[in-house]
Each structure stands twice: as C-alpha cells, then as structure tokens.
C-alpha cells in the first residue's frame, strides 16, 4: 500500500511540474526512480518531522505541491500544531502520507501506534482525510487528491491487503462505497448494516457469510474518505438497518464511529433521524501492553474476522 502511494506520486510529479516528494529518514532505496530523474523534487530529511511540515507548507506558499511520507504517529502527535497552523490554517495542498495506521507497527510498541490520528485530525477544519482499502483503491485515492485544494491526510495500511476495490469501481472523495448490500430476504431475522474504513472493510466483508449463515442480512458500507464524509450514504444504511455496526482500527473517540454518530444524530443537512442501537468495535480505549503483530493485536481486540463475527451476533440476539 505504500509503495502503491509513493509511486502514485511519482506519476503525479511526472505529469506535474509542481509536485514534489519529502521523506523523514526514509529507507535506502525508497523512490529510486524519482530520486535519479527528478532529483530537484526529491528531499530526503532527517527525524525533525515538525520541520518537514513546515518545509512542505513553504514550498506550497510558493506554488509547489508536495507529498510527505513519515510514520503516523510521528507526522500526527508530533507535528499537529504544524499542520493545525501551517496547513490547515492556510489551507495549502499538502499531502501527508502516514505510515502505520492503527497496529501496524505492533512489534514497537505503544510509540509507534497511530490509534488516534483520525480522531486529533478530524477537529481540524480545511483537511481531508483518506483510509484506501488495498493497493488499487490507494493508487486511485492519490491520484484524486489532484483536485482538493488543501492539505489531505492519508492513512497506509500494512500493505499487502487482500483487493477488494473493484475493477469497475470509480474513486470519488467523499463519496461511500456500498460493498454488499442488503439481500433483502424476507426469512432474515434482522438486517445488520456495517460501516467500516481502510483495511477493516475487508475483514468486515470476511463475516459475512457466517452472520448470513445464523440467519442475518447484512450490508457492508466502506468509508475510504473519512472527512468529508458522505452522509448520505451512512443515513440510507442506518435506516434500513435493525443494527448498525462500525468497525475501526482505531480507539473508541473521534474516529469512525464518532463521525457516524455525528451525522445521524447532528448532521449538517436535513431531519435529525430515528436510530436503533449502534454497536461500536473498536481498539480499546487504552495504550496497548503487549508486543507482536498487527494480526495478534487486532484479534486481542476482537477485530479479527472471528471477533467481529461473534460481536455481531451477540449483540443482533
């Protein structure tokens, strides 16, 4: 998925003279080929990740637009009050692009984890935030980010995650994408609605056959764009659902589920709606003690298929 994203930029600086690539302390090797035929658009700083911040908001006063690739927790905890002041304060067309979201750096530790991000950077006005799926949606996601004016957040996986963006699928930011829907069966002992965002949306899509087996209809909403959000969307399966599910990896505050709740129970347009109960998965609201990979610390968390599936069918009784 990162590859994917960096070399979606390197496409993009080859077809536009402004786009410029900076990387905090990056690995030997990581965009060789941008590095040899644009070396004048290759920057490779050291760990002052609050500098390459500021870095890339002058260049952009100056009519640049430049990519930034860090780790998550590094590019949000460190450096928020520079993207709060000179990105988003400005409204500059920055692109941060953040290694490790949720557990992916499991094997470091607690420093590493980015369990907040979306949460700290939701509050702030002008950004727009993305969690792609797999490698397809992320280069598609990049790609679009040449028509947002101001500085976009974008949220890496692991990589290496099964493809669930389809070959006919369009990306659009700001708008959901219905992965199933509603089969509609009339023996369904209730329909369960279940929004999800980047890499989760998979694992989401792996429970269905178990909850359709226990007699369950359900629908999977993926959420790419995280703000703006398509609200719409999120209101059309919350009215047709019995449950609605959000499924994140990210701590239980202003992430995913916050915004869904947001939108249903305050949104910008329209009625306040009815809404039955809303079951939230999630990473715990604590620092992770232990060590081990991405997998094991999801599956402690219940966000592994199997969890989600045994949440779900607990709570639809």
Do not use: W
């Amino acid at each position: 998925m990162r590859k994917a994203a960096l070399n979606t930029a390197y496409l993009l600086a080859q077809q536009d003279e402004r786009v410029v690539f900076i990387g905090s302390d990056l690995g030997a090797g990581t965009l060789a080929g941008m590095k040899e035929t644009l070396p004048e658009r290759f920057f490779m700083e050291g760990i002052a990740e609050q500098n390459l911040v500021g870095m890339a908001a002058g260049m952009a006063m100056e009519g640049l637009v430049p990519f930034v690739n860090t780790i998550a927790t590094f590019l949000t905890r460190r450096c928020f009050e520079q993207i709060a002041v000179d990105l988003c304060l400005q409204n500059l067309p920055v692109r941060l692009i953040a290694n490790g979201g949720g557990v992916v750096y499991a094997p470091l530790g607690s420093t590493h984890l980015a369990l907040e991000d979306i949460g700290i950077l939701r509050a702030l006005p002008n950004i727009t935030i993305l969690a792609p799926s797999d490698a397809k949606e992320m280069i598609a996601a990049v790609k679009a980010t040449a028509s947002v004016p101001g500085p976009v957040y974008i949220r890496l996986g692991k990589g290496g995650d099964p493809v669930i963006f389809g070959a006919d699928e369009t990306f659009a930011i700001g708008k959901a994408s219905l992965k199933k829907a509603f089969a509609g069966t009339s023996d369904a002992r209730r329909r369960v609605g279940i929004i999800s965002t980047g890499v989760m949306t998979h694992r989401c899509l792996q429970t269905v056959a178990a909850l359709t087996g226990q007699g369950l209809d359900v629908a999977v909403l993926h959420l790419a764009t995280l703000k703006p959000l398509d609200e719409q969307a999120i209101r059309d399966l919350a009215a047709g659902s019995d449950l609605l599910v959000t499924v994140e990896e990210h701590c239980p505050h202003g992430g995913l589920h916050s915004a869904v709740l947001e939108t249903l129970h305050a949104p910008t347009a329209g009625p306040l709606m009815p809404v039955g109960p809303v079951l939230r998965l999630s990473l715990p609201d604590a620092f992770p003690t232990a060590y081990g990979s991405q997998e094991q610390l999801l599956e402690l968390a219940g966000l592994d298929p199997d969890g989600i599936t045994r949440s779900i069918l607990a709570a639809a009784g």
